[in-house]
Structure formats: C-alpha cells, structure tokens
C-alpha cells in the first residue's frame, strides 16, 4: 500500500496533467512533494504555481522557504520580497526574508526587514543582535551601536558583564 502523502501526490500529478494551469493545484503538489521530500519536484510545482499567479503569496512563501533550504539565497530572498509584498503585515516572512538578505550578503536590504520585523514585534536581544550585525556590515553604524547596545541590556548575563 502507499503512503498517503505518494497518494495524494499521485491525485494530484493527475489533476495537474487535466488543469495544468490551476495554480492552487500546482501549490497544493509542491506542499505534497515538499512533505515526501522531494525538494527539486517541490521547487517545480512551487515555481510554477507562483508564475501562474502573481503575488501568489502562499506560493511566494513556500518558493523562499524551499530556495533557502537548498542555499538558493537571493532567490529565497526575491520570493520572500514579493510575498511581504502581497502581504505586508506578515510580520514572520518578514523575518525570513530579514535572514535570507544577510545570508545572501545584502545587509542594507536585511537591516530595513529586521527594522521592520523589530517595530511590529518590538525588542528581542536574538533579533536586535542579527539586525545589529547586519547594520554594522551594512556600513550603518550608527542603528548597529544602537540594536546591538539594546541586545546586551536586554540580556541580563551580558549586562553585568558590562
């Protein structure tokens, strides 16, 4: 008998192969692909899902989890960018795009996401100290003193040490 997630996948590679062009049906393959593994088909069914329909952000969140996780850094951040575009109050993507810029070397466009990130959600030392460090590769050194001197004050140990 096979595994229910290869039969829902198989359900779905044969409503794909009547309607490929229904994107909700091209995400729902990637999601089940992703869940048995199969990260290069995920990709696929993800990327085509999200050029069927622009601004698809549930698709646009999965495509950045997914290039992220295969160190597709500056597209994970790309797809992050048109999601929070889509949904500008998602404030958890916000984080993942925040992590995608540093990773992928651009920490101007990952210091404006963890200020955004940081506004909504307020201060946390672990996000003050990844947005810190971004700022100060960044070359803004100033916002960097700044997160970075809130981190340690926020975080009792580091405060005594002062």
Known sequence: MA???????????????VNPNNPVTQLML????????????ALGATRRASALKKGYYEALVLLG???????????AASALAAAVEAKPDA??????????????????????????????RGEEAALLSEGGLASHRAGEHARAEAW??????????LAEDG
């Open 65 to 75: 989890e997914l290039c992220e996780e295969r160190g597709e850094l500056k597209e």
């Open 3 to 17: 595994e229910p997630v290869e039969e829902a996948i198989a359900r779905l590679r044969a409503s794909v192969t």
């Open 148 to 157: 970075l001197g809130r981190a340690i004050a926020l975080t009792p140990a």
């Open 30 to 41: 990637g999601r089940a692909y992703r869940q048995a593994g199969r990260t290069e088909e």
């Open 91 to 120: 404030i958890d993507v916000w984080l993942l795009l925040a992590r995608a810029r540093a990773r992928s070397g651009d920490d101007a466009g990952a210091t404006e996401a963890f200020a955004r990130v940081l506004e909504a």
